[in-house]
């Protein structure tokens, strides 16, 4: 049993877009709570909008969303937008899901801090979390 | 970013990190909150309680948009429990209230209990202060599924709805002890379902044995019991009214204002032990400490010898 964390890392799971397919981002949202994290999920079918305003009100330090249907070329840059034009672009933003190779580029350039593509290993993730947050205390302190 | 002020204002970003703060035990949320409670004490405190998958959320999510239609701001605290293992918590309360997430006259919060046991995480009262200083009218705390005992909710709200459905079996039986002595307000949900009559007939029987027990000088109010089927949004208009009538009440004769001072008391209480715990603590003497593992006292003894030897607490 490890000790419970005093500040927990919050992390909001959105899925963007009009595909059902939950399971990856079940199974990361398990991951990240057996890692001591606090995940909020919103549920299926988020807009842009929706994910930065529920993002807002939870004050999360990351959020991350899983888009399977396309579409991710416009909506992410419009999340990273609008997080950024809130006055919340100092979260973290990830996303995962079925997201090409070439997109990449663009993604990255519109704020998208890391992709985690189809089989990426949660354990990977939550190494990864871990080790920007570790960082960013530094900053902060 | 002056958070204390912009909150005040409305400003959702401010109010959100003070409320994180607040979760967190971060020194900054309890200054924020010496500044903004002279603003606080006006909102109406709702609790909506029950056993688990007697739909909560669900029911939140109606009486938002029936707050929303009588225009009232609303805020929202949903409780989610934090796993005992990892520290971690899945909070998916959200998923059933999305419809109002664009809505800036909504806000809604999800906490993890972060091992607070009573139903509650540790900052509910305190995320209720803030939400209460940013100017919502109606705060919705959806405690964790609860069983007999867990009835923080009432020492915090003004106003306790309590959920019932039918088919649990037991489960008057189970909340029966607790929380049916204490709700303002009985909701039977999911009442198109088969076993709703038996349910009703079980809480009816419960309600009017709770009324024959009342002491002659208390409140003057008698729950109603209202079916509901939350995911049609029927019922809850009248759910609606009856919080209203008893926030009217209660203001009218000054509980409400009681109530709010006997909820900051309880609190100072609540942080004193805390904070008294932590100090005693770190101050626990290592020889006794080192003796009763050394099985050369018991346990009672050295607790007994520990407190003896506290040293006195000073003023930081």
Redesign the interface.
Known sequence: ????????L?VLLAKLGMDTHTVGVTVI??A????????????LK?TP??VA??A????VDVVGVSTLSAGHTRSLPTLARLLRE???GDKLLLAGGVIPEEDRPLLEEAGVDRIFTMGADTRDIVAYLNQWRATRREERD | MDVARELLSGNVLAGARAIRWLDDRDRRGAQVLSSVFPHTGRAQIIGVTGPPGAGKSTLANAMITEQRRRGRRVGVVAIDPTSPFSGGAILGDRVRMARHTLDPGVFIRSVGTRGHAGGLSRSTHDTCLILDAMGYDVIFVETVGVGQDEIDIVALAHTTIIIGVPGLGDEVQAIKAGLMEVGDVFVINKADREGYEATRQQFELMLHLREEARPADAFDWSPPLLPAVATRDEGIAGIIDATDRHGSKLRDSGEFARMSGRRERAQALALMGEEMLRIAMERADAEVLSAVEARQIDPYEAARLLVHRLSPVQEE
Request: no cysteine; aromatic share 2%; glycine share 8%.
């Open positions: 049993m490890q000790p419970i964390e005093e500040r927990p919050r949202a398990h990240l709570r057996e890692a001591g994290m606090e995940v909020i999920f919103t549920g988020q909008a929706m305003s529920a807002i009100q939870e004050d809130a006055g919340a």
